[in-house]
């Protein structure tokens, strides 16, 4: 049982570093012009629009500047934070 926890617990955090990594690319794209017309531009704007896009409704840009990727980012990390804690407390649970 602890194995498949611990096995869960990895392949979330995984996913949720590779999204961040994503999501920073997307975000370093907009410094090239075209990049988000380029075939890989479209797939990394279907991944990460959708979850870019929740935060954009909040967080209004300031000037041409657009703060919502930091705090989309920011959010994913406290996601895995709290990913991290869950997984601590279910192992002293079991153990």
């Given amino acids: 049982m602890a194995y498949f926890i611990s096995l869960l617990y990895t392949i979330?955090?995984?996913?949720?570093?590779?999204?961040?990594?994503?999501?920073?690319?997307?975000?370093?794209?907009?410094?090239?012009?075209?990049a988000y017309q380029s075939k890989?531009?479209?797939?990394?704007?279907?991944?990460?629009e959708p979850y870019l896009n929740f935060f954009r409704r909040f967080i209004p840009p300031i000037g041409m500047i657009s703060f919502s990727g930091i705090v989309a980012l920011i959010v994913l990390n406290?996601?895995?934070?709290g990913l991290f804690s869950l997984f601590q407390l279910i192992m002293r649970i079991l153990y």
Avoid: Q
């Fill in 78 to 81: 406290l996601a895995k934070s």
């Fill in 40 to 48: 890989f531009g479209r797939i990394l704007a279907s991944i990460c």
């Fill in 12 to 34: 979330l955090s995984r996913a949720l570093d590779i999204y961040s990594t994503l999501i920073i690319v997307y975000i370093l794209m907009s410094w090239f012009p075209g």
